[in-house]
């Protein structure tokens, strides 16, 4: 069983950043493909962000790209989603999920992933 735990979230006005955090439980979180996702009520979660297992390889919504930068530190179990020049659209729940064994590139869809955090909340006021 893997455990994530996000932080970070908050209310930001428009144009400022935040840095989320996803903390993995478990000893073999390099092995990991990691992904960031956001919702917002009444619509599908949707994908934002994805490392591959190695970090060497990252992927991002089209829409995102520019603004959103996914690191990890294996180090630590970490994931993290800077976002920059936020909008009042970046308002949503922002989800972290773990893909285990998977190999190739970085996964987008929600199917591909085995464990998912709460979600933290992210506000942008414009």
């Known amino acids: 069983q893997v ?10 006005q428009a144009g400022g950043s935040l840095r989320l ?7 073999t979180f390099r092995s990991y493909a990691m992904g960031w996702f956001r919702q917002t ?3 599908e979660r ?3 962000a994805a490392e591959n297992w190695s970090g060497g390889n990252t992927y991002y919504a ?20 800077q976002m920059n ?18 190999i ?11 464990y998912w955090g709460q979600g933290t909340q992210v506000t942008v006021s414009s």
């Open 3 to 12: 455990q994530l735990v996000e932080s970070g979230g908050g209310l930001v």
């Open 21 to 27: 955090s996803c903390v993995a439980s478990g000893r």
């Open 41 to 43: 009520p009444g619509k």
């Open 46 to 48: 949707e994908f934002v």
């Open 62 to 81: 089209d829409s995102l790209k520019g603004r959103f930068t996914i690191s990890r530190d294996n180090a630590k179990n970490t994931v993290y989603l």
């Open 85 to 102: 020049t936020l909008k009042p659209e970046d308002t949503a729940v922002y989800y972290c999920a773990a893909a285990i064994g998977r």
């Open 104 to 114: 190739g590139g970085p996964p987008s869809r929600r199917s591909e992933y085995d």
